[in-house]
């Protein structure tokens, strides 16, 4: 692709994420421009375009990826299409941000990235949080030994699932349940916060609301040299959204890692006085998009790796094969092998 201002993308799936959040989110970034948008009905992507503003539709997915003008594709299909989408974006020479999970196999995540690789394209997951700036605030506190060795983290994230969005999270054929679709967060913010990945994990849940998948979990994360993490969500219970991370002498609350709607907090509490840390809202749509089409423009590798990308796939398929089974399983191929 020449050198361009701005990344011209294509929207895969007239979802309500990609209409709500992140088309707006592009059409706000100074380096980034919506084209066309496909969806499998051909009026919606027309009704759609007209409101939103985009120039061009597509009646089918393959269709916008034969459009030369698009450079990039926005892939928001449901969960358990994602590789395929991303594969046959990146044989048409797409550019791809997925979003999460990218993958439900680690099997699967190796083929995307692999195809990507293969057309020279570039590929990044969709993970939002890992582009406010009270992460990187965290992750400095760590860093300088604030709260001392970490040994614990506690994240929940759980909200009320409405009609609108029932259908894609509640199909177990489509990817759906509460793991896949939040605990996907918990995950990558775990292995983040600690630099490691989970050496063996376990997960419980329940089947609510008369459908086969889990709409709310538990689960322990156990990683190197005895540190832990708690996880725990749900489809059925009250808005809550927190991370506290807990040292040998201090703890830092994350009172709201992955949606800082309004304003953030991070507060450490040491043996002194409580310090808080305020941020003010962001869109963190758009500092992911612009961030990935910066990524394409000066052909540079994205902040969330491949590795990332296959080692949170991994992880959430052993949660899946222990709530499926009721033990604890192991995450990755090597580990199981020492």
Not at 10 to 23: F, P, R, V
Not at 182 to 200: C, E, F, K, T, W
Request: aromatic share 6%.
């Amino acid at each position: 692709m020449s050198r361009r201002e701005r990344v011209r993308w294509g929207i895969l799936s007239a979802s309500s994420t990609a209409l709500t959040k992140a088309i707006p989110a592009l059409q706000r970034c100074a380096n980034a421009t919506v084209v066309a948008i496909g969806s499998r009905d051909p009026e919606k992507a027309r009704r759609h375009a007209s409101s939103l503003g985009i120039g061009k539709t597509y009646g089918s997915y393959d269709a916008l990826l034969e459009d030369p003008e698009v450079d990039a594709v926005y892939v928001s299909v449901p969960n358990a299409f994602h590789a395929e989408w991303t594969c046959r974006a990146a044989e048409a020479g797409k550019h791809v941000l997925c979003e999460k999970p990218a993958a439900l196999t680690g099997e699967d995540a190796g083929t995307m990235l692999a195809a990507c690789e293969q057309n020279g394209v570039l590929f990044m997951e969709g993970l939002k949080h890992r582009f406010h700036p009270q992460l990187a605030y965290v992750k400095r506190l760590l860093g300088e030994g604030r709260i001392g060795e970490v040994r614990l983290l506690r994240i929940t994230f759980s909200f009320t699932l409405d009609e609108r969005h029932s259908k894609i999270r509640l199909e177990r054929s489509l990817g759906g349940g509460a793991l896949a679709d939040l605990g996907v967060y918990a995950i990558d913010l775990s292995s983040h916060l600690l630099n490691a990945r989970p050496a063996r994990v376990f997960a419980t849940g329940s089947r609510g609301l008369g459908v086969d998948v889990e709409t709310d979990f538990a689960a322990i994360l156990e990683f190197p040299e005895g540190r832990r993490a708690l996880l725990d969500g749900a489809f059925d219970q009250p808005r809550q959204n927190s991370c506290d991370v807990v040292g040998q002498s201090g703890v830092i609350q994350i009172t709201s890692p992955f949606l800082p709607v309004e304003s953030a907090a991070v507060r450490v509490h040491t043996a002194g006085q409580p310090v808080e840390q305020t941020f003010p809202a962001i869109d963190l749509f758009q500092m992911e998009l612009e961030h990935f089409s910066s990524c394409v423009l000066d052909s540079r590798a994205p902040a969330i790796t491949g590795e990332d990308t296959v080692a949170n796939a991994e992880v959430l398929a052993a949660l899946q094969r222990s709530l499926a089974i009721g033990q604890a399983t192991f995450p990755f191929c090597r580990t199981q092998e020492r």
